[in-house]
């Protein structure tokens, strides 16, 4: 498809019957929408481990089409902005703040850079310092904030390579930094090669090689050498006085590390030969140790390219993988091995194996632990205790156990769950830093098997976050601190004394830090951020729960304007949704969210409308599920439907919308859900769909949670693509899509081709691709133009329907 730099390509108009295709320029949006894009952004906080620092980071408004626009490179499944050897997608805070939390006091640090654009936040490990990234249109800039002076400063005059992987990491003594920097002489990129050499050959001899559809891949041998060009980095350590030292030689690195004593490197560098099936996380990689000079001391692994690997969401890939080092030790990696060759279709006891070898690593690796699930990660406490994770996707099961480390085995299960069963969860570990300064688990000084965690508290009466106090050896659990009405009261800071820092807001209120005392409950406030969206004051906001015609209890929450009441009679309404798949129906009728939160809105929310005089419900539920052997997507269609028509019905019975007035809507893979309800039913007067897929055809190696086959499941493919039913959507639908989506499986083609079936049979259609945006749109004008279309196609076709 043409580019399009100023304008975005329209296919119909809205007068009605007309086809027609035209270039039109950005436009704005209703007022009372464009005044609650425009609301100011509350700053993201970032706690240090010891809760006495909170770093406030300011967020910058949309970035303009312009620089959107800026030139980049899609190879590898990556974005890179060739100009400055960094993601084409990144972000930045436009500032830093410090805040006191002991006396609230907030300063700011001299010397930040002009035109700020700061990434990479990380503090030092001894917390006197940061060390962030500054982007430029020319490069990445390395840069430091010392907390004792609150000055800033640039680091050193070379430029970081923040295109993939890990950009820098903190020396142990908190002395340096070490980073992958662009390579002293690089020369100049590759250039396009206008006469070929020759065709781009692929082939497959015999193997079977399943893969998802994936975009940004390479495509030829230009884009592999771009690849290599852009992605080489030279490892260089830079000290606090900006002196660099090269450390190894120039790779394509995926990951590097310190080991907790700062003695050792671990290194992930990518490996030829590449693939044009597959994105670079799926690529060759060998995992390597280093010393601190870069010298090698041992290669571990060489993991082959990955294209290969079994169906299954529990497939893994054969040999060592996730190399790690243990927190609790000066100098032991850990790692993970399948023991049934990463195949979750094969029958075995024992699914993966845990191994670590210490310092010098001259010896054998040790045995810790196995596991009957797939191995998802330890938690590190001491030298004698961790809780190892394992969980698997077919039967939707987890499980954590107490190990012993040192004895290799487990000492107890504590935990095996449904993780669909959201009221049983037991929370996230809360976590300490030791005298590495790395993060261990918080164990109670006089019970060492006792530790904390924190959790949402789903319930039947909604969210509930929780701290809680559990003993692993009795299973006993003392609930520390729990939220309560009318406020949603998140822990986020605890240490095992008698203070918890939470974030507490409700409906009315914007969130804010509190320091909690947990004797007495009194609260002392830390922020004071203010209500971006005074615009949605008196705007009512309800959970709702109600029931699908199979019994399932559903939940959504439904806005109404500010000062409706129901004898002004019933509204138009917007129903926003996203399908989710559930194994048992107990799960899928769980409670989901809480009636206290703080209204917050992002670009693609349908909250804007209730400021048009719309009912919004938001979130409606549309759980698909399958027990049993009977999987979810085999009856998808019918139960969207169910989701939908039960919807409906309470809403009407409420006397707040009128069920001939209702539009639905949804982002992904809610517009494939959209699609599919226009062309199975005739509920609504309209649909948005944004970036979605709607021929499943063209995604045959599974979507979403579809794990079989097209060749395994035809006829679910056929039946679930609303693309097949063309025919019968009669129901007036607005398409947008990003021009560059990036995600996999919702080509722009997908858009593209739906809308010209629905034009080919009458139906009533609008198709809008947005120049220059991915999945998610991030240009303001294409987000006000995409919040104008969407206006206008509600006003047309639902608030005043003919």
Known sequence: M???????????????????????????????????????????VRINSKADWMLLLESPDYPSIEQVAQPMLRIGGLRINPANNASATATGAINIKLKSIADGKEYTFTGLPEKPRM????????????????????????????????????????LLNDAFGTTFRWTADSKGILGQFVPDNRGKAPEAIIIP?????????????????????????????LFDYYLTAQLKLVDLAGQATNIGSPALYRNFEYSPDGKYILAQTIQKPYSYLVTVSMFS???????????????LFTAPLADNLPTGFDAVAKGPRSYNWRPDESATLYWAEAMDEGNPNKDSAVRDAVFTLAAPFDGESKKIAQTAYRYR????????????????????????????????????VVSERSYENTYTDPGDFVYTKNAYNRSVLLLDKR????????????????????????????????????????????????????????????????????????????????????????????????????????????????????????EDGPLP?????????????????????????????????????????????????????????????????????????????????????????????GHSYGAFMTANLLAHTNLFAAGIARSGAYNRTLTPFGFQAEERTYWQAPEVYFNMSPF???????????????????????????????????????????????????????????????????????????????
Request: zero cysteines.
């Open 2 to 44: 043409k580019k399009i730099s100023a304008t975005l390509l329209l296919i119909a108009g809205f007068a009605g019957g007309s086809i027609a295709q035209e270039n039109l320029n950005y436009q704005v949006p209703h007022k009372n929408i464009l005044k609650l894009l425009d609301a100011p952004n509350t700053p993201f």
């Open 119 to 158: 990434g990479n936040i990380t503090w030092s490990p001894d917390e006197k310092m940061i060390a962030f990234t500054q982007t430029t249109t020319t490069g990445v800039q390395l840069w430091i904030a010392d907390l004792a002076t609150k000055s800033a400063r640039r680091l050193s005059d070379l």
């Open 197 to 225: 050499t020759g065709p781009v050959v692929q082939q497959n001899l015999g193997k079977t090689s399943p893969s998802r559809t994936y975009q940004d891949l390479l495509k030829n041998p230009h884009d592999v050498a």
């Open 285 to 299: 990689y060998k995992t390597e140790l280093l010393d601190q000079s870069g010298a090698l001391r041992k290669t």
């Open 377 to 412: 990660g330890i938690n590190w406490a001491t030298k004698n205790m961790a809780i190892l994770n394992e969980r698997w996707w077919k039967s939707r099961m987890e499980k954590q156990s107490i190990i012993d480390p040192e004895a290799g085995k487990v000492v107890k």
């Open 447 to 566: 019970q060492s098997k006792t530790v904390y965690t924190i959790g949402t508290g789903a319930s039947a009466i909604g969210d509930r976050p929780f701290l809680l106090k559990w003993n692993l050896e009795n299973n006993k659990a003392d609930t520390l601190f729990k939220s309560r009405a009318p406020y949603y009261e998140m822990p986020v800071y605890f240490r095992g004394a008698r203070n918890l820092l939470i974030s507490r807001e409700s409906v009315e209120q914007t969130p804010n830090y509190y320091m909690v005392d947990l004797k007495n409950r009194k609260m002392k406030a830390i922020t004071a951020f203010q209500n971006p969206y005074e615009a949605l004051e008196g705007v009512k906001k309800q959970q709702l729960s109600y029931k699908r015609g199979d019994g399932l209890t559903l939940t959504g929450t439904l806005y109404l304007p500010k000062g409706y009441k129901k």
């Open 573 to 665: 309404m917007l129903m926003w949704a996203y399908p989710r798949e559930f194994k048992t129906a107990s799960a899928a009728s769980q409670i989901k969210g809480s009636p206290y939160r703080f209204t917050r809105i992002n670009w693609g929310s349908p909250i804007y409308w209730v400021n048009r005089g719309y009912a919004i419900l938001d979130n409606a539920d549309m759980p698909i599920v399958g027990e049993g052997k009977s999987q979810p997507n085999d009856s998808f269609v019918a139960q969207i439907q169910d989701n939908a028509k039960s919807a409906i019905n309470y809403v009407a019975s409420l006397g707040v919308a009128d069920p001939k007035r209702i539009a639905v809507g």
């Open 724 to 802: 097949s039913f063309a025919d019968k959507v009669k129901t007036p639908i607005l398409f947008i899509h990003g021009e560059a989506d990036n995600n996999s499986g919702t080509f722009p083609i997908q858009s593209e081709r739906f809308y010209n079936a629905l034009k080919g049979h009458g139906a009533t259609t609008r198709l809008v691709f947005l120049p220059n945006e991915s999945h998610g749109y991030a240009a303001k004008e294409s987000i006000m133009h995409t919040l104008w279309e969407m206006d206008q196609w509600l006003e047309t076709y639902v608030k005043n329907k003919k």
